[in-house]
């Protein structure tokens, strides 16, 4: 049987929140530890420099904010 494949995606546009966690982190950290689950994942910072009108300074440290909260809850590599 093939692994289950996850690709997860979060826009870097702004502060990691509760809701990011409980939504999206969380679940895929849970996916991660799963034996039978091939988890990918990966911040859309070009996404976020239209979102946000061109704000490189912004996305630049939500970026770093955002991959700090995902190694922090920790996904199984």
């Given at each position: 049987m093939?692994?289950?494949?996850?690709?997860?995606?979060?826009?870097?546009?702004?502060?990691?929140h509760l809701?990011?966690?409980?939504?999206?982190?969380?679940?895929?950290?849970?996916?991660?530890?799963?034996?039978?689950?091939?988890?990918?994942?990966?911040?859309?910072?070009?996404?976020?420099?239209?979102?946000?009108?061109?704000?490189?300074?912004?996305?630049?440290?939500?970026?770093l904010?955002?991959?700090?909260?995902?190694?922090?809850?920790?996904?199984?590599?």
């Amino acid at each position: 049987m093939s692994p289950l494949r996850v690709l997860t995606g979060i826009t870097t546009s702004g502060t990691p929140h509760l809701g990011n966690y409980v939504g999206a982190i969380r679940p895929t950290v849970r996916a991660s530890r799963l034996s039978h689950v091939e988890s990918f994942y990966f911040l859309a910072d070009y996404h976020a420099l239209l979102k946000t009108s061109g704000e490189p300074a912004r996305v630049q440290r939500s970026t770093l904010e955002i991959a700090a909260t995902w190694l922090a809850c920790g996904p199984d590599p």
